[in-house]
């Protein structure tokens, strides 16, 4: 047994050491169920049985566990937090009281790590440099400086060996995970080894500072013109896999209240931006900050918002992006029948009970409507909605989950704030305004042309493909014999698909153009100018030639 492990576990001594802790905070039960009871010494099992100790409701031993557990197992709880698909509500809302807040570690370790990472002392860097850390976490720990040229910033420094630390954790983690599958028949639909990989992930993301680097430029590339949010600067020339300098964001942290009534900041329209900028962020960049808890978000001397810590972030393609769009507008349009349909696609999956999920939803979004608008919260609707989709087998992408997270927080903060704040009434012109630019001209058509693109890939890639098929098929035990006639009548088939996509390309162009050149020049006809008058009766006339053409040939076919 114990080569056995030695094989899956590199560190026997951590394993024994967790099992301890599991064994003390009552989970006793599933290293019995998992065979691994015998592992903790038996020292500490009937020490433990003598013990008289509090009781604690399951979620609240967990959160007691993984604290006790250390770095690793803090961020995997973190990470659980902000997945109400995968952990049941009540264990979310004990994780996120989770502290993770660490011993910071020395300044001679400081020292050491700038100069091993940088290649320079810290006075050759920087013409200050706090010994106290602003911050301390599982991960890092955040120094306050200022450069020889007196800007100041926040040097972020791994904590020492904390890699090879979590990738013992995370090798343990598999190993248990396992077993948990194994011998938990309940436990294998929850999938915890492809859990502990997604968190493998996650945390190879997150402990490369270089990744974070990269995130806070793309923010600071999409709100570059923005007047109401700021986003640090990064310094590369000083930045490594271990060591993250930026610039130093001068402010009051969202959560510090009182310094924020102190000052007599007006909160109300710094919120709105927030959530403006939020909502940018996921519709329309579909790059989002995906961890906004207070101490993340910080009001800057000129009332700006500031976002800080990229370390975890959301991506959105343009699938993923319409289809959220489209839930969002359905709660808060109280549209039941979208907010399914878009679930079920979302979801991936066929369900047979429909009508009871649509009855579902439609009794959560009543509750937003009517009289109760004023104490009706969009993030408890989106929450409940999940956790129906959760129940009905549906599995929401992980970036949708991350957006729907980032909602609930952020308006469990505005309402921390200012108690009159309504998500649906901020929301509301945002979404709306977004659901009106699919209906631009300039929109249908690129939606048009990229629809045409990928059927130009397809009727090019389709001889070669088809080929393909056939040969494998003649060399098999399946032989397919085609007359010539047959491939003729393919190339015609091929020969027509090419010269439509042509045509509709065309038209596509010609819509573009003349939806981007309206407002050009002098009108001739129907306030028109020259050019996109031109342009949109060209591409009228190619539009009934091409349909005139599909409308003979099924004439023909007939």
Known sequence: M??????????????????TVLFEEGFDFALEKTKL?????????????????????????????????????????????????????????ELENLQDKVPAFSYSIVEGQIKNELGKKIEDIF??????????????????????????????????????IMETDIDIMFYVARLLEKHFSGARKYNPAGIIEEFSKWTEKELDFKREAFNAKRFAKNFEDSKTVKIPK??????????????FIDGIELHNIKEAKRRKIDLKPIINNGFEAILTQVFIHGFFHADPHPGNIIITKDKKIAFVDFGIVGHFDEKLKNKSIDLFYGIIE???????????????????NRQELLDDVGQVLDSLQGTDI???????????????????????????????????????????????????????PFIEKIMAQRYNPV??????????????????????????????????????????????????????????????????????????TINYGDPLILNLPAIPMFSFIVAFILSFVLLFSILREKEIIK
């Not at 114990?2 to 099992?19: A, G, T």
């Open 443 to 516: 929109y249908l058509a690129n939606s048009f042309m990229k629809s045409m693109l990928k059927f130009r890939k397809f009727a090019e890639e389709f001889p070669g493909d088809a080929t393909k098929a056939l040969k494998r098929i003649e060399k098999g035990t399946i032989k397919v014999d085609i007359e010539d006639t047959d491939i003729k009548k393919l190339s015609l088939e091929i020969d027509r698909s090419g010269n439509r996509v042509a045509y509709s390309m065309l038209i596509a162009a010609l819509l573009i153009v003349g939806a981007l």
């Open 374 to 428: 004023s104490k009706a919260k969009v993030s408890r609707a989106l929450e409940e909605v999940m956790d129906l989709a959760l129940s009905y087998g549906l599995k929401m992408p992980a970036p949708f989950v991350l957006f729907g997270k980032t909602v609930i927080t952020l308006e469990g903060v505005a309402l921390e704030y200012d108690p009159e704040f309504r998500l649906v009434q901020s929301s509301r």
């Open 334 to 352: 109280n549209d039941a029948e979208k907010a399914v349909d878009t679930l079920i696609e979302l979801g991936n999956a066929d369900i047979e």
């Open 37 to 93: 009871k015998h592992k903790v010494p038996l020292t500490k099992r009937v020490r433990e049985r003598l013990k008289q100790k509090e009781k604690h409701s399951m979620e609240k031993r967990l959160r007691l566990t993984l604290e006790r557990l250390g770095p690793t197992f803090i961020k995997f709880g973190q990470v659980l937090s902000v997945r109400p698909d995968l952990v049941p509500k009540s264990y979310i809302k």
């Open 127 to 164: 013409s200050s440099f706090e010994k106290k850390p602003i911050a301390s976490a599982s991960i890092s720990q955040v120094h306050k400086a200022v450069l020889k040229d007196g800007s100041k910033v926040a040097v972020k420094i791994q904590r020492p060996d904390v890699r090879n």
């Open 2 to 19: 114990v080569f056995k492990i030695l094989k899956e576990v590199k560190d026997i001594n951590r394993l024994r050491e967790i099992l």
């Open 234 to 247: 990064i310094y590369d020339s000083l930045t490594t896999e271990k060591i993250l300098v930026m610039e």
